[in-house]
Nanobody, 121 residues
Framework: QVHLVESGGGSVQAGGSLRLSCTSS????????MAWFRQAPGKGREGIAT???????VYADSVKGRFSISQDNGPNTLDLQMNSLKPEDTAIYYC???????????????WGQGTQVTVSS
C-alpha cells in the first residue's frame, strides 16, 4: 500500500513557474517507478514525466525542456518543477507509483488526489 499526496498547485500567469511536490508513504521501497500525470478539463489523463530509483527520466513532448522531475528532497518526495508555463498547462496534476516500469502509460497502481494548476494568459 502506498499513499501519495500532491501539493504546490496554484494560479500563475503565463511564463511563470510552479513547483509541485508528491509525498509518498507506505511501501515506497517496493513502488519505485513514479510519474506525474495531468488532466485538463474535458480531456483524458496525460502522462508527462516519469522517474525511477535509478534517476532515469522520461518526458512527454508537450513539457520537454520546460518541466523537470526529480527527487531532490529524498526518496519519499517526487518534485515537478514547471517553468515557462502556458495556459494549455492548466490541469489537475497527479502523481502515481508502480512496482515496475510502465512509462507514460496509465497502468500505475497508486495515485494521489491531485492538485490544481491554473495558468492565465
Amino acid at each position: 500500500q502506498v499513499h501519495l499526496v500532491e501539493s504546490g498547485g496554484g494560479s500563475v500567469q503565463a511564463g511563470g513557474s510552479l513547483r509541485l511536490s508528491c509525498t509518498s508513504s507506505g511501501s515506497t521501497y517496493t513502488y519505485r517507478y513514479m510519474a506525474w500525470f495531468r488532466q485538463a478539463p474535458g480531456k483524458g489523463r496525460e502522462g508527462i514525466a516519469t522517474f525511477n530509483f535509478g534517476g532515469d527520466t522520461v518526458y512527454a513532448d508537450s513539457v520537454k525542456g520546460r518541466f523537470s522531475i526529480s527527487q531532490d528532497n529524498g526518496p519519499n518526495t517526487l518534485d515537478l518543477q514547471m517553468n515557462s508555463l502556458k495556459p494549455e498547462d492548466t490541469a489537475i496534476y497527479y502523481c502515481a507509483a508502480q512496482r515496475f516500469p510502465v512509462g507514460l502509460g496509465p497502468n500505475y497502481a497508486y495515485w494521489g488526489q491531485g492538485t490544481q494548476v491554473t495558468v492565465s494568459s
